[in-house]
């Protein structure tokens, strides 16, 4: 086992349950979560404790058993979160979510963590059949269509946050998977000439609010007026916590007296334990906390590429690379719409957030990582014996 993998995340997990508990606080729960728990912060505390829990079931066996069997979920996995999706975007529920036997969740999660082990398992067997099917243009045809779908699916949704993240975990599998440099290129100008269509055409199809964000984001990034009590009420006020935090902060679970912004409601109370829970750390923990933060996301990504370099074969390096990626875009997007680098698009920060299935999910992707590692000698092992 790669120890400091697993040290470094469950930092971050408990760390991130401290955060949740004074993030939530305003929430309004029923009077028998109250009574138990005392709080609508310690309740959701508890919550994330139980999903941990659940992660861990999943990050253990994920890391233990080989990845190269892992890789055959790929199909039914893939197949199962494009129903899901479908399912969810005719689900009368703001945020597309669906129930299943009580159990919450959003299937775009589910999308992008099937599509990246479809991904990694086409790129390394596909190449073993025949030499054709090794071809660069076969390989970015299977990577955009296999990745194509799910995020049109999300953008449909609405959801952009979930659909953007997408980009970068692609960019890096065509990366990884060996495409040279000159198609890389030609791609690039391609994307690069095609933008103005996709935000003036396509994305006012496929989703009513990103435009409206984008713009916002634009004419605050420029200093241009808006109107901080309407549209730009987020944005305004979740970087306005992050910029006044100084550093020290204004303390754990501080109140209003005490200068929190989000004790006094200007932190949406609604989101701030997943979508602005970085706005509420920089405020409580100031720069000392936010680094901190930052720190130990740099240490758990670094060290995942780590990994990745000693991978045995292709599928092992993909599926390292683009976890990374992923959780590179995560944490970017979140942190950055908390301080207008990104348009609010309404993202958990991997680990920290309140998220539910997504904690799993993330607990799942990083086992993966680890069994890269623990079987990074197995082939040598096996021909030796």
Same mark, same amino acid.
């Given at each position: ?43 959701? !505390? ?106 049109? /699916? ?9 659909? /953007? ?25 391609? !994307? ?14 496929? !989703? ?16 241009? =007026? ?99 990626? /992923? ?51 197995? =082939?040598?092992? /096996? =021909? =030796?014996?």
């Amino acid at each position: 086992m790669n120890w400091v993998l697993v040290l470094v995340m469950y930092g971050l997990l408990i760390f991130g349950v401290f955060m949740i508990e004074s993030a939530a606080r305003h929430i309004p729960i029923g009077q028998e979560q109250t009574g138990q728990f005392g709080s609508s912060g310690a309740y959701f !505390s508890w919550m994330q404790k139980n999903w941990i829990v659940v992660g861990s079931v999943a990050y253990f066996a994920a890391a233990l058993i080989d990845y190269k069997w892992i890789r055959w979920l790929g199909i039914p996995l893939y197949a199962v979160s494009i129903g899901l999706m479908i399912m969810a975007m005719k689900a009368d529920d703001d945020v597309h979510r669906l129930v299943v036997g009580g159990l919450s969740f959003q299937p775009a999660q589910l999308g992008v963590t099937s599509g990246i082990v479809m991904i990694a398992w086409l790129m390394h067997d596909l190449p073993k059949l025949h030499a054709v099917l090794g071809n660069p243009f076969l390989k970015i045809a299977i990577i955009g269509v296999i990745s194509a779908v799910p995020f049109l /699916l999300v953008m449909m949704m609405g959801d952009m946050g979930s659909a /953007l993240v997408w980009i970068p975990v692609v960019i890096v599998a065509l990366l990884v998977a060996g495409i040279p440099f000159r198609f890389l290129s030609f791609i690039a100008f391609v !994307s690069a000439g095609m933008l103005p269509i996709l935000y003036f055409v396509i994305l006012p199809l496929v !989703s009513e609010r990103g435009p409206d964000r984008i713009d916002l984001w634009l004419r605050m990034m420029q200093g241009q =007026e808006v109107d901080t009590l309407g549209d730009a009420y987020a944005p305004h006020n979740v970087s306005m916590a992050v910029g006044k935090a100084g550093w020290k902060g204004v303390g754990w679970k501080a109140t209003a007296e005490e200068g929190s912004l989000h004790d006094k409601g200007f932190i949406p109370r609604l989101t701030a334990h997943n979508d602005f829970i970085f706005a509420v750390i920089a405020e409580e923990l100031g720069f000392r906390g936010a680094l901190l933060l930052l720190g130990g996301f740099t240490l758990l990504l670094i060290q995942g590429l780590f990994i990745g370099f000693y991978s045995r074969d292709v599928a092992g390096r993909l599926i390292v690379c683009m976890v990374v990626a /992923l959780f590179f875009a995560h944490i970017y997007e979140n942190i950055g719409m908390c301080v207008l680098l990104m348009p609010i698009t309404g993202i958990p920060l991997p680990l920290i957030s309140y998220s539910g299935t997504f904690v799993v999910i993330c607990m799942f992707l990083l086992g993966m990582v680890q069994s890269v590692w623990v079987h990074r000698h197995l =082939e040598g092992r /096996l =021909e =030796e014996a």
